[in-house]
């Protein structure tokens, strides 16, 4: 079982960054594939980016590539999400969410946080 917490969402303006933390509870986090996705009101939950359990393999979906950071830290149990040049398109609840396996698909991730809101304003 991992329990997974997001945090550092807020309201930032357009052009801003904010970088989101996500702590993970398992001890076992280091065997896991991670991965960001967000959902904005009305829409499907969408893939952002994902970590091998390594940190060596990082595909990132193309509406966020060179502006969002995708990173890991296995000795602190923590994945991160730094985000540049932020759009009010970017405004959704951010999810972090953990694996056996990377996918773009969120039925393959077995452990999701509770989300955290960013909001862009124009």
């Known amino acids: 079982q991992v329990q997974l917490v997001e945090s550092g969402g807020g309201l930032v303006q357009a052009g801003g960054s904010l970088r989101l933390a996500c702590a993970a509870s398992s001890g076992a986090f280091s065997r896991y594939h991670m991965a960001w996705f967000r959902q904005a009101p009305g829409k499907e939950r969408e893939f952002l980016a994902a970590?091998?359990?390594?940190?060596?393999?990082?595909p990132y979906a193309d509406s966020v590539k060179g502006r969002f950071t995708i990173s890991r830290d296995n000795a602190k149990n923590m994945v991160y999400l730094q985000m540049n040049s932020l759009k009010p398109e970017d405004t959704a609840v951010y999810y972090c969410a953990a694996g056996r396996s990377w996918s773009d698909r969120p039925y393959r991730y077995d452990y999701w946080g509770q989300g955290t809101q960013v909001t862009v304003s124009s």
């Open positions: 970590i091998s359990w390594s940190g060596g393999s990082t």
